[in-house]
Every structure is written in structure tokens, then in C-alpha cells.
């Protein structure tokens, strides 16, 4: 991944409230698997599947627009 997507993808995550946040640093930061996040936050492992499947795909979403937007903005200058 580039230096520009490397930093988008940091200040996205920044960006998220802080439970979300730590689901993905816990996920990718710490390597933790669905089942090892449930039992650091007292969760249901589905529940942490759903809402890591559910910010990823945010993340994605939000990641894209913005290689779309510095695409856009290269090819018009």
C-alpha cells in the first residue's frame, strides 16, 4: 500500500470512536482472532464478527472515496 493510502487508512481509523477503533487495532495491531477480542471485551464472538465484517467494509467504503477524490483531483490538475 502506498505512503497516501497508509496514511489514509490511519486517520480513518483515528477517526472512529473508540470502541470501533479498538475492535481494529485489536483485530490487525494485536493479531487477535474473532474468539481472543470476544474474551478481552466480554463479548459474544458473533457479535465481534459482525461489527469487525461491518467496519471493515466502512473502512473500505471510506478508503476508496478517498482514492477516488485524489484520483479525480490529480487527473483535473
Do not use: N, W
Not at 487508512?9 to 490487525?28: F, K, M, N, T
Request: no cysteine; proline share 3%; net charge negative.
Amino acid at each position: 500500500m502506498s505512503a497516501l493510502g497508509l496514511s489514509t487508512l490511519r486517520d480513518l481509523i483515528e477517526s472512529l470512536p473508540a470502541g470501533e477503533r479498538r475492535l481494529i487495532l485489536l483485530r490487525y495491531a494485536d493479531q487477535l482472532s474473532d474468539p481472543e477480542i470476544a474474551h478481552v471485551l466480554d463479548m459474544d464472538t458473533e457479535q465481534v464478527t459482525r461489527r469487525l465484517d461491518a467496519l471493515e467494509g466502512l473502512l473500505f467504503e471510506k478508503v476508496s472515496e478517498r482514492f477516488q477524490s485524489e484520483l479525480s483531483f490529480d487527473q483535473a490538475a
